[in-house]
């Protein structure tokens, strides 16, 4: 019988998962990494290139530092939703194959033999899911508007968290290796704190790029949008 540590976050250990599970989330994360790069091509590859590896390196330097939760033990960034705010979804999602790649390889902080399904919650579910979500709340309140940016991305970033611990429990209960009842709520119980701490923590690096250098962010505001600032140049 396997001990549930939930301190593990939303990385899986080998050994947690099932043959069929495992084969089912490998293929899964090598067609996103396939067509996240097919994609990155035919967008705005030397942009999203250019910052590709800043962003690598900015969540790599933030995961190494916890923030405390009450219940006695810490989190850290997980970066997704900040990933696919700066590059796009699938810059993002590559960004964070690869700093999930080499925190299992390097650091043992999730099991390799895994990695597909470290990659689905965390680059599908996170990354892609979060984006998502904080698109469709930014550009319903106005894309241009703080309000927008600030909104869709408290919430986008809380819910790739929790989505990616759902998905986490889900495939060890598949597996056999915990109970569904004990799993989710241990999952959930810590990973919706810790996504209060992701929300806050999106949201200051967010709002540093904002005031500094809002032409960085993949959908930018309207105003810095090619066509108007050369109306605008018309203009004077």
Same mark, same amino acid.
Do not use: K
């Given at each position: 019988?396997?001990?549930?540590?939930?301190?593990?976050?939303?990385?899986?250990p080998?050994?947690?998962?099932?043959l069929?599970? =495992?084969?089912?989330?490998?293929?899964?994360?090598? +067609?996103?990494?396939?067509?996240s +790069?097919?994609?990155?091509?035919?967008?705005?590859p030397? @942009?999203?290139?250019?910052?590709?590896? $800043?962003?690598?390196?900015?969540?790599f330097?933030?995961q *190494? /530092?916890?923030f405390?939760?009450?219940?006695?033990?810490?989190?850290?960034l997980l970066?997704?939703?900040?990933?696919?705010i700066?590059l796009?979804?699938?810059?993002?999602?590559?960004?964070?194959?690869?700093v999930?790649? /080499?925190q299992a $390889?390097?650091?043992?902080? %999730?099991?390799?033999?895994?990695l #597909?399904?470290?990659?689905c919650?965390m680059?599908?579910? #996170?990354?892609?899911g979060?984006? !998502?979500l904080?698109?469709?709340i930014?550009?319903? *309140?106005?894309?241009s508007?703080?309000?927008?940016?600030?909104?869709?991305?408290?919430? +986008?970033?809380?819910?790739?968290?929790?989505l990616g611990?759902? +998905?986490?429990?889900?495939?060890i209960?598949?597996s056999?290796? $915990?109970?569904l009842d004990?799993?989710?709520?241990?999952?959930?119980? !810590?990973?919706?704190q810790i %996504?209060?701490?992701?929300?806050?923590?999106?949201?200051?690096? /967010?709002?540093? /790029?904002w005031? !500094?250098?809002?032409?960085l962010?993949?959908?930018?505001?309207?105003?810095?949008?090619?066509?108007?600032?050369? =109306? =605008?140049?018309d203009? @004077?």
């Amino acid at each position: 019988m396997f001990y549930f540590p939930t301190y593990l976050a939303l990385h899986i250990p080998d050994g947690y998962l099932s043959l069929p599970v =495992n084969l089912v989330t490998w293929a899964i994360a090598i +067609a996103l990494v396939s067509i996240s +790069a097919s994609q990155l091509r035919r967008d705005n590859p030397d @942009r999203v290139i250019t910052l590709m590896g $800043v962003m690598s390196a900015f969540i790599f330097a933030c995961q *190494m /530092v916890n923030f405390p939760i009450p219940n006695g033990t810490s989190g850290h960034l997980l970066g997704a939703v900040l990933a696919g705010i700066v590059l796009g979804p699938w810059g993002a999602t590559l960004v964070m194959s690869l700093v999930l790649t /080499v925190q299992a $390889v390097v650091f043992q902080d %999730g099991g390799i033999g895994v990695l #597909g399904a470290n990659i689905c919650n965390m680059g599908l579910i #996170g990354t892609l899911g979060g984006y !998502w979500l904080y698109r469709q709340i930014r550009f319903a *309140m106005g894309r241009s508007s703080w309000q927008g940016m600030l909104t869709g991305t408290v919430i +986008a970033s809380w819910f790739s968290v929790v989505l990616g611990a759902i +998905a986490t429990a889900l495939q060890i209960s598949w597996s056999g290796t $915990v109970p569904l009842d004990l799993a989710l709520p241990a999952m959930l119980g !810590w990973h919706m704190q810790i %996504g209060v701490g992701e929300s806050l923590l999106t949201l200051i690096a /967010v709002s540093v /790029v904002w005031g !500094w250098r809002p032409d960085l962010f993949f959908d930018p505001p309207t105003y810095l949008l090619p066509e108007n600032l050369e =109306n =605008n140049s018309d203009e @004077r």
